[in-house]
């Protein structure tokens, strides 16, 4: 089975600094998805941002990039100038792409605080 | 609606009580997923439907939990004999159904037992 661990239960930021989340997964699989959600205080869970394992190119979403590396299986957030409204949880998930395998595996959460 | 909608948004029971929590998916989303999510901790899959029927049950914690998708929409989350250990944040989500799909996530129901 796979498991996705996050080993910063919290980190602090200045606002418009920039603050990196880490995420790594254990899976014998060679294709897979990962993600990063966000969740406020609202509790609804956003996407902030996806990886394709197959892809070698990290993905960016305006102030959010990733830094895939596929042999150590590690999956970092970057979170670029900083703002007051990424104070949120932010929780790194993976899913394998077999048919059968369309749940997400979520690791326990990154509390982010941004200072201003 | 635009997103997926969870009722009710909070749920008070008490031990031993049944429950029932819904949930309405994005239009045309045809997989749903039920999560659960305890205090501190990261959602944990419960079930996942494609159409009307469970595609994977696995994550159901035992035979008090139920869920249902009748007409391949809307879907309920049932839990008998409720007990304290229930006490969590139920996650909905839906997704169009291919597995290179994003899910979308519901603001889920906050269920406290006493």
């Known amino acids: 089975a796979q498991t996705v661990t996050q080993s910063q239960p919290e980190m602090s930021v200045q606002e418009a600094e920039t603050v990196t989340l880490s995420c790594t997964y254990d899976t014998s699989e060679s294709d897979y998805y990962l993600f990063w959600y966000k969740q406020p205080p609202s509790r609804q869970m956003i996407l902030v941002i996806r990886q394709e394992a197959y892809k070698q190119q990290n993905a960016t979403e305006n102030r959010f990039s990733v830094n895939f590396q596929k042999a150590a299986k590690s999956f970092s957030l970057k979170i670029s100038d900083s703002q007051l409204g990424d104070a949120a949880m932010y929780f790194c998930a993976y899913r394998s792409v077999k048919a059968a395998g369309n749940k997400l595996t979520f690791g326990g959460g990154t509390r982010v605080l941004v200072k201003p | 609606g635009a997103g997926v909608s969870q009722t009710p948004s909070n749920k008070v029971t008490e031990k031993g009580k049944y429950v029932e929590l819904r949930c309405d998916p994005i239009?045309?989303?045809?997989?749903l997923y039920w999560y659960r999510q305890s205090l501190g901790q990261g959602p944990e899959f419960l079930i996942y439907f494609q159409g009307t029927g469970a595609a994977d049950d696995s994550g159901l914690p035992n035979d008090r939990f139920f869920a249902v998708r009748p007409e391949g929409s809307v879907s309920t989350l049932k839990i008998q004999r409720t007990e304290r250990g229930d006490s969590a944040v139920y996650l909905c989500a839906s997704s169009k159904g291919l597995v290179s799909d994003t899910q979308y996530f519901g603001p889920g129901t906050r269920l406290t037992v006493l």
């Open positions: 239009s045309g989303h045809t997989a």
